[in-house]
C-alpha cells in the first residue's frame, strides 16, 4: 500500500517558479520549533543571472488599520530568516528533510531546497476575530515564507516573480498531561451577618485538548444568613497584547443553573458542570482569539501560550493567550456576587497523543479485569477442587 504525502504548492503569477512546502502548521516544542523546509523549483533559462531569495516574515498588528492617521501605523513587519535559495552552495552538504528529498528526486536539478528557522521565544500565530463593522486587517500575529527573484536580499522583487505563503506557528500539549487537578477555594463574609459561604471549585484535569469537555466541580458550604439564589459558570479567555501591554477577557462557554437554588441557610450543595468552548460557538464575536487564520474550516480557539522551562512567563511576546474557569454566585441584591477563578490550558493534542491515551486506558482496563479474576476464587483452584458433570448421562439415568 502507497501512502501519499500532501505537500502545499504555489506558483508566481508569471508562472516561472514554484514553491512546495511539506505543511503550513510548524511546532514549537518549547525546547525546539519545527524548521520551515521547502522546495523552489525554476523554469530553466528563467534567471539569466538574477538570484532566487527567500524570507520568513513576522507581522504583529496590534491596532486597527482604520485608526491609523498621519503616518501613525499599528503594526510592526519584521524579517525573522533570510538568505538565498538559487543558485546557493550545491557542493555544500546539507541534511535534507525527508519532504525535501522526495521532491528533489522527482524535480531533478531544477529543484532547489531552503531550510529556515524561528528565533527563540517567537509568538504563536493568533488571530483576533474582526466584528461587522471592522473593514481592515484583523489584530494579531501571523507569518509568511516569501520566495522571489532579484538581484540581492534587499531587493524588493517584482508582484510578477514572487509568491508568499501563509504559515502558522502553534504549541500543542505535553504528551503527558500530569495528575495535577486545578482547584480554587474561597469565602465570603457579610458586614451585618455571622457566618460564610463557602466555594470549591475543582477541574478534573489542568490540560484539556480543543473540542474537550471541561469538567467542573462546584462545592458550595452555606454557613451564613444569606441564601444562594443562582449559580453561573464560564470559561474565560484571556487576552494580552504586549505591544500596548493591553489586557482583555472574554467568556467563550458558559452556563447558569439554579439547581438546588436557593441554598438556604446551613444547607450545602454540590454539582459537575461540563462546559465546552468551541470556536464555531463565538462566530461573529469581536475579539475572540484565534489559533491563526488560514482557512475557516480549521480555526480553532487561540492556544494557552507555553513558555519554555526556566523562563519567565512575562518574557513572552506578541498576543499572550491563557484560560480559567470562573463560578460566579448570586447571593441577592444586599449579599451581592461570591467569584473564583481556576486557570486552566488548552492546547492542541500532540500527534499520537489521544491514541496513545486510549491504548493505555484499554491496558489499565484490561490489568484491573485481569486483577479481579486472579483474586476471585476461582483463579486459585486446584485441578483436584473441579468436579466434572456428564450431562447426557445424568438424562439416561432419569426415571422416564
Known amino acids: 500500500m502507497v501512502v501519499a504525502v500532501k505537500v502545499f504548492k504555489k506558483s508566481t503569477p508569471n508562472g516561472k517558479l514554484t514553491v512546495y512546502l511539506g505543511k503550513r502548521d510548524f511546532i514549537d516544542h518549547l525546547d525546539h520549533v519545527d524548521p520551515i ?8 533559462d528563467y534567471l539569466r543571472g538574477r538570484r532566487v531569495f ?5 507581522t504583529y498588528r496590534y491596532g486597527r488599520e482604520e485608526d491609523e492617521v498621519m503616518g501613525v501605523k499599528f503594526s510592526k513587519e519584521m524579517v525573522i530568516a533570510t538568505g538565498e535559495v538559487v543558485p546557493g552552495n550545491r557542493s555544500e552538504k546539507r541534511d535534507l528533510t525527508p519532504i525535501q528529498d522526495k521532491l528533489i528526486k ?5 529543484a532547489y531546497p ?4 524561528f528565533p527563540e521565544m517567537s509568538p504563536c500565530s493568533v488571530t483576533l476575530q474582526t466584528g461587522e463593522d471592522d473593514n481592515g486587517k484583523p489584530l494579531g ?3 509568511c515564507v516569501k520566495i522571489f527573484v532579484g538581484e540581492n536580499d534587499d531587493d524588493r522583487g517584482h508582484k510578477r516573480s514572487t509568491v508568499a505563503l501563509a504559515i502558522k506557528k502553534l504549541q500543542f500539549a505535553a504528551t503527558n498531561r500530569g495528575n495535577r487537578l486545578p482547584s480554587s477555594l474561597v469565602s465570603k463574609g457579610f458586614t451585618f451577618s455571622n457566618g460564610k459561604i463557602n466555594l470549591e471549585v475543582t477541574l478534573d484535569k489542568e490540560i484539556y485538548y480543543h473540542g474537550e469537555k471541561i469538567g467542573a466541580n462546584v462545592t458550595i458550604s452555606n454557613n451564613s444568613r444569606k441564601s444562594v439564589k443562582n ?3 464560564y470559561v474565560v479567555q484571556h487576552c494580552e497584547v504586549t505591544m500596548v501591554n493591553a489586557q482583555f477577557s472574554k467568556y467563550v462557554a ?4 439554579r439547581e438546588g437554588c436557593p441554598i438556604t441557610p446551613g444547607a450545602s450543595f454540590t454539582k459537575c458542570v461540563y462546559l465546552v468552548p468551541l470556536a464555531s460557538s463565538n462566530k461573529d464575536r469581536r475579539g475572540i482569539a484565534l489559533d491563526g487564520h488560514l482557512k475557516d474550516d480549521d480555526v480553532n480557539l487561540a492556544s494557552s501560550t507555553l513558555v519554555p522551562e526556566g523562563k519567565c512567563p512575562a518574557e513572552a511576546i506578541g498576543i499572550v493567550i491563557s484560560y480559567s474557569v470562573r463560578v460566579k454566585l448570586n447571593c441577592g441584591t444586599l449579599g451581592g456576587e461570591l467569584c473564583t477563578d481556576v486557570p486552566l490550558k488548552l492546547l492542541h493534542p500532540m500527534p499520537g497523543a489521544v491514541e496513545k491515551e486510549k491504548s493505555h486506558q484499554l491496558k489499565k482496563m484490561k490489568s ?3 486483577s479481579k479474576y486472579e483474586n476471585s476464587c476461582y483463579a486459585n483452584d486446584d485441578d483436584d477442587n473441579i468436579v466434572f458433570e456428564d450431562f447426557a448421562r445424568l438424562r439416561l439415568n432419569e426415571p422416564e
Open 37 to 44: 523546509d521547502g522546495v523552489v523549483v525554476v523554469e530553466n
Open 54 to 58: 527567500g524570507q520568513v516574515i513576522t
Open 106 to 110: 522527482k524535480m531533478g536539478p531544477s
Open 114 to 117: 531552503f531550510t529556515y528557522k
Open 141 to 143: 500575529v501571523e507569518y
Open 231 to 233: 449559580m453561573k459558570i
Open 254 to 257: 458558559s452556563v447558569e443553573t
Open 368 to 370: 484491573v479485569e485481569r
